[in-house]
Antibody, heavy 116, light 107 residues
Framework: VQLVQSGGGVGQPERSLRVSCVAS????????MHWVRQTPGKGLEWVAV????????SYTDSVKGRFTISRDNSRNTVFLQMDSLRPEDTAVYYC??????????WGQGSLVIVSS | DIQMTQSPSTLSASIGDRVTISCRAS??????LAWYQQKPGTAPKLLIY???TLETGVPSRFSGSGSGTEFTLTITGLQSVDFATYFC?????????FGQGTKVDIK
């Protein structure tokens, strides 16, 4: 099982960035997938989840209306589109596979810095 | 929302020590609790789920206990590779919550 992330980087406030997560070694369409972020000040924070079939998604309150999680099961890829970025969105973003409400595999992390 | 509070924030220990880390939930959560280990620059690693079930491949010196609101992660016979930060995590409805972490460092 591997989750390989790409994307992120430096973005200006109110602009957009996207992070991607490519799954291998398992049939990703059978699993819900998440994004979790980490900052030195706030520790680990769950951001979003998408169902195995991509039909349902949930978000933490602070990103609702700004972030969109999506997936392309034909490419075993999960995305996090981050719009209207804020400085407080600065963090390392991890994708993670869910099994029974826990995260058994994680991506390597993608650094997102929001700064003018 | 359910809050998860870990204690202590930092713990200094020696090789071979028995280490215990606590995680308290703001309301009863049954056994719906996981523990993760994280080393600097790397992603968290699942150690224990359902409060006491060891993830495949995790050494048996790690154990978890508790239910309701009080949970404990125990490392029996601390090894050098165990110096890391540990997080608890709970799921409730469509929200996942982590504790703030406990850093285990060398005494």
């Amino acid at each position: 099982v591997q989750l390989v992330q790409s994307g992120g980087g430096v973005g200006q406030p109110e602009r957009s960035l996207r992070v991607s997560c490519v799954a291998s070694g398992f049939t990703s369409r059978y699993y819900a997938m998440h994004w979790v972020r980490q900052t030195p000040g706030k520790g680990l924070e769950w951001v979003a989840v998408i169902s195995d079939d991509g039909k349902t998604a949930s978000y933490t309150d602070s990103v609702k209306g700004r972030f969109t999680i999506s997936r392309d099961n034909s490419r075993n890829t999960v995305f996090l589109q981050m719009d209207s970025l804020r400085p407080e969105d600065t963090a390392v973003y991890y994708c993670a596979r869910e099994v029974d409400y826990y995260f058994d595999h994680w991506g390597q992390g993608s650094l997102v810095i929001v700064s003018s | 929302d359910i809050q998860m509070t870990q204690s202590p924030s930092t713990l200094s220990a020696s090789i071979g020590d028995r280490v215990t880390i606590s995680c308290r939930a703001s309301q009863a959560i049954g056994s719906w609790l996981a523990w993760y280990q994280q080393k600097p620059g790397t992603a968290p690693k699942l150690l224990i789920y359902f409060a006491s079930t060891l993830e495949t491949g995790v050494p048996s010196r790690f154990s978890g206990s508790g239910s309701g609101t009080e949970f404990t992660l125990t490392i029996t016979g601390l090894q050098s590779v165990d110096f890391a930060t540990y997080f608890c995590q709970h799921h409730n409805r469509s929200s996942w919550t982590f504790g703030q972490g406990t850093k285990v460092d060398i005494k």
